[in-house]
């Protein structure tokens, strides 16, 4: 099984968001929080704990730099496992992307380079994790803003690797895909050609934002009309399936992203119908 999640829409918990909804325990099938983000304990983990009695939750790493060219962070992997065996979350997934080189380590989701050896490479890691933890994870595809000399496969065609070598699954981020045919061309109908979508456990879906005319994965926007076709297209081949709605910038105030919920429940219920 790829995940325990409900077949429905879920939302993207942030911190602005956690108190109230502790208190008024809005009606959401399931929330998805950043793990790295309870790693420190205290206040924050105890109001994860609260959460989780309440509602199903998807662990969501941002910090692991999965394609890294050097051993996995160790004390990472280890407060992640520690941080599962407190919450025992219905999901747990990462990043097809790298941040740490030389001994420095990079706040952003920098897209692996599809070059000969990056499948073993991450192969190898996305083991150590799942060996450690003791779980299947779900790996995600990252935007991109470059293409890389000597890349040798499509994203779609390193992430069916992955899954066939180590049994991972697969978190399909739409707006990811859609930033990337905005910015190289890259076709998403052919990337989804080329995905086993029956490992896909999670969907999610966001905004972006332009910057000297490029597409950047801000998730500080609503999704655009484009992001919600191709979720359209996507659920239509995959059937019921956890999607869920991010904002981590420009965090509109409860109820309007609320209001946005419905939105994507309603897409989804006319998906699979």
Partial sequence: MLTTLPLAAGLGLRSPHIQQVLAEKPNVAWWEVHSENFFGGGAPIAALERLRADYPISLHGVGMGLGSPHELDPSHLAQLKTLIDRIEPQAISEHLSWNRLHGKVYADLLPVPRVEGVIELLSEHIQIVQDQLQRRILIE??????????????????????????????????????????????????????????????????????????????HGAAPCDKVWQLLDVVLAKTGPIPVLLERDQNIPELDSFLHDYETLKNRCTANWI
Avoid: K, M, W
């Avoid at 697969?170 to 910015?183: G, P």
């Avoid at 050609?193 to 597409?215: C, K, N, S, T, Y």
């Fill in 141 to 218: 595809n990252v935007s991109s803003y470059i293409q890389f000399t000597g890349e040798q496969y499509l994203e779609s065609e390193v992430l069916a690797e992955l899954v066939a070598r180590t049994g991972c699954g697969l978190l399909l981020d739409i707006n990811n895909l859609y930033v990337s045919q905005v910015n190289l061309g890259i076709d998403p109908l052919v990337e989804l050609v080329h995905l086993p979508l029956a490992a896909v456990g999670e969907i999610h879906i966001a905004g972006f934002e332009v910057f000297d005319g490029i597409a950047i994965d801000t």
